[in-house]
């Protein structure tokens, strides 16, 4: 039976109710739900304690997994992430705009109708010119908002190397830098 301790940051609240592991910081609230047969999540005022009842290596794998969610959840409260996208177009000047909880994108390629995808969680997107900026507590909500994004316009049927029209991912927060 091996313990990993992580211990919580001073300007984080940490609660665990059953499964459910929530974390506050000054960015925000992060909830996700642990579970897995033979590992065991418990806190105490400082600490966040992941024990293993067997030692196959699924289970270790598994505590791996766990310690980097609640450091993610972590880094999300307190810093946050941030995605940084590139608005490209060569032929048809596209508009994107943020309208309530949806990123609309008009007049790519030329399209009468506009392209929508929703915008998850606590997730703001800004977009400045020919910038996005995605930016949240939770990684999962802010890197599915920016996948969806570039998601949104990929070109089917055409060359790629004339058609290189779209939103494009360029830059990426990672865990430990400010």
Do not use: C
């Amino acid at each position: 039976m091996e313990k990993i301790e992580l211990t919580i940051p001073e300007n984080i609240t940490v609660q665990l109710d059953g499964l459910d592991l929530s974390v506050e910081g000054p960015n925000g609230k992060v909830s996700k739900r642990f579970h897995y047969p033979g590992l065991h999540i418990s806190t105490n005022e400082n600490t966040i304690t992941l024990e293993r009842a067997t030692e196959n290596r699924k289970t270790i794998a598994m505590t791996g997994t766990f310690k980097s969610h609640i450091l993610n959840m972590f880094h999300g409260v307190t810093i946050g992430w941030t995605y940084e996208l590139d608005i490209l177009y060569a032929h048809f000047p596209m508009q994107v705009r943020v309208e309530q909880t949806f990123v609309v994108i008009e007049n790519f390629l030329g399209e009468r109708h506009p392209r929508k995808t929703k915008i998850l969680g606590d997730t703001n997107v800004s977009i400045d010119g020919e910038k996005v900026t995605v930016t949240g507590p939770d990684i999962e909500a802010v890197g599915q908002t920016a996948g969806s994004i570039e998601q949104l316009t990929i070109i089917k049927g055409k060359d790629p190397r004339v058609f290189q029209d779209g939103i494009y991912i360029t830059k990426k927060s990672i865990r430990g830098e400010a």
